[in-house]
């Protein structure tokens, strides 16, 4: 396989992804996920390989990133862990209300009792 063939696969594959991912042009992807547009739509349109940037595409994809760059597996193989990953770096830079009220949720969802629960049972169990 030559390189322009090579490329060109990964330009379609990276097309597919931001379709996918719902996406109808090149620009608005770019914009969303503070990709440089004209490094994008190089990308995308197959002038330049996608190698360096593919983790990131992968990440704003939600797709995995070998197969960005191979073709092969599945497109959307990305194990629930690294979206999981993905979350909570972007929750990382969140305001902290946001974080907060995502960590109040979460301990709501995992049937954890709330900070405020958690310092009346310690106020209230006898120590020996």
């Known amino acids: 396989m030559t390189d322009v063939t090579r490329v060109d696969q990964q ?4 097309r597919q992804a931001r379709e996918m991912r ?8 770019a914009k969303r996920f503070g990709f440089n547009y004209n490094t994008y739509i190089q990308h995308e349109s197959g002038r ?34 690294d979206e999981l990953r993905e979350m909570f770096m972007r929750l990382a830079a969140a305001p902290r209300e946001v974080q907060a009220a995502v960590l109040t949720y979460a301990r709501f969802a995992l049937g954890e009792p709330s900070g405020t629960e958690k ?8 120590t020996s």
Do not use: C, H, M
């Not at 330009?11 to 990276?14: E, I, K, M, P, V």
């Not at 719902?22 to 992807?29: E, L, Q, S, Y």
């Not at 983790?55 to 960005?68: C, G, H, I, M």
């Not at 310092?119 to 006898?126: I, V």
């Open 11 to 14: 330009a379609a594959r990276l």
């Open 22 to 29: 719902g996406f109808d042009n090149a620009k608005a992807a």
């Open 48 to 81: 330049t390989g996608i190698t360096r940037a593919a983790k990131d595409y992968a990440r704003a994809f939600r797709v995995r990133e070998s197969w960005l760059i191979t073709g092969e597996g599945s497109p959307q193989d990305i194990d629930a862990n």
């Open 119 to 126: 310092s009346r049972e310690t106020a209230t169990t006898p």
